[in-house]
């Protein structure tokens, strides 16, 4: 016997939604399907930002993932299982995108989105958890400068997702150009007096609505190391000082996550982890949360980035071809083992969403 339509109890539009915005994003995408009206409303911008938000609340990291690129793959990992398990089980990447052949290319990743770069001038974002991707317009490439680096950043005043290059002339060139790319528009345009000459890393680490290279002033590297941002709604530069007493020729790496800014200063005995964690109050004083000593025949400049400092102080790097777990507490250290993933050659961290590319 059918029972009635009308007698079928039905929930509360805004009771659903708060139960939708919990989801994962999987679910979310099957729940599309189930009639017009949720596909309406999982399809509007006021949905997939509290979906995000939703996702980026609570300690347990259940949305974040770890991208694991290896040699000639591209594997992932759920942060959960990487804090939790001694063995940790990966799945493949979604390939429905045009550069799984270069899948060390990733140059930055913002709110589930990750910006991919092939041959310096195709640039690509995609969301691996929708599994939709875009080609970005040509930006202009020029031959004379040698140096390329990128962002990938969200502009909160005009609600817009923006990459930005940096392109570096070589020794015989002074010339330094910026580029802005506004997936709002879909248009690239030039700004201008980017403070610094020479960078340290081709990857910007995004935090607080800014862009961040470490870089150096001049040709000759005599006005020593700093940090330069970007905002990406003011468009305008700014510069924060190295940590103290950081010598010149350690490895630096920036890195940034839970709005927090962090460097990564490597030695050849151990790899200090210093987080900026006042930067959003105006104070942008430096703090050394651990000192990580060698692990096994791996050298500290092995170290190659920051990918969590937990809130029971734990830390998460890239080490070689493994990620550890360092616990300033006691000094010990974790390295979960990595099924079905061959050579590490890095990795990066994202959130699961529903943000769109196109």
């Known amino acids: 016997m059918e029972i009635p339509t009308d007698s079928i109890p039905r929930l509360p539009d805004d009771l659903i939604v708060e139960i939708l915005t919990w989801l994962p994003v999987k679910p979310v995408l099957r729940c599309r399907c189930v009639c017009k009206s949720w596909l309406s409303l999982i399809s509007t911008p006021q949905f997939v930002r509290s979906h995000l938000r939703k996702s980026k609340q609570g300690s347990n990291y259940a949305h974040h993932r770890v991208?694991?690129?290896?040699?000639?793959?591209i594997k992932q990992c759920s942060v959960p299982c990487l804090l939790r398990e001694p063995i940790i089980d990966t799945f493949d990447t979604d390939y429905s995108v045009p550069?799984?052949?270069?899948?060390?290319?990733?140059?930055?990743?913002?709110d589930g989105l990750i910006c991919h770069v092939i041959d310096r001038k195709g640039l690509f974002l995609w969301n691996p958890s929708t599994r939709v991707w875009k080609k970005l317009p040509d930006f202009g490439?020029?031959?004379?400068?040698?140096?390329?680096?990128?962002?990938?950043?969200?502009?909160?005043?005009?609600?817009?997702?923006k990459v930005v290059v940096v392109l570096i002339g070589g020794r015989d060139s002074n010339e330094v150009a910026v580029k802005v790319y506004s997936l709002k528009t879909d248009q690239w345009k030039r700004i201008e007096n980017f403070k610094g000459r020479?960078?340290?890393d081709n990857r910007a680490a995004f935090v607080h609505g800014k862009l961040h290279w470490i870089a150096n002033y001049d040709r000759e590297f005599k006005s020593g190391w700093k940090i330069v941002s970007l905002d990406l709604g003011?468009?305008?530069?700014?510069?924060l000082e190295m940590p103290k007493n950081v010598e010149i020729g350690w490895y630096k790496k920036l890195g940034a996550s839970e709005e927090c800014l962090y460097m990564l200063c490597s030695n050849l005995t151990s790899a200090d982890v210093w987080i900026m964690d006042d930067y959003g109050v105006g104070k942008r004083t430096w703090t050394k949360v651990a000192s990580v000593p060698c692990i096994g025949d791996f050298p500290a400049h092995q170290y190659r980035s920051v990918l969590y400092v937990l809130e029971n102080g734990e830390v998460v790097l890239h080490c070689g071809l493994k990620l550890v777990i360092f616990n300033p507490k006691?000094?010990?250290?974790?390295?979960?083992?990595?099924?079905?993933?061959?050579?590490?050659?890095?990795?990066?961290?994202?959130?699961?969403?529903?943000?769109s590319p196109l």
Do not use: H
């Open 67 to 73: 991208m694991l690129i290896c040699r000639g793959d």
């Open 99 to 110: 550069f799984w052949l270069q899948p060390n290319r990733i140059m930055g990743s913002c």
């Open 141 to 161: 490439f020029n031959e004379n400068f040698g140096i390329f680096a990128y962002g990938l950043g969200f502009d909160k005043s005009s609600d817009d997702y």
């Open 198 to 200: 020479w960078l340290r």
């Open 234 to 239: 003011t468009e305008e530069y700014g510069v």
């Open 330 to 355: 006691d000094c010990s250290i974790r390295c979960p083992e990595i099924r079905d993933a061959n050579e590490l050659i890095a990795a990066k961290t994202y959130i699961e969403s529903l943000v």
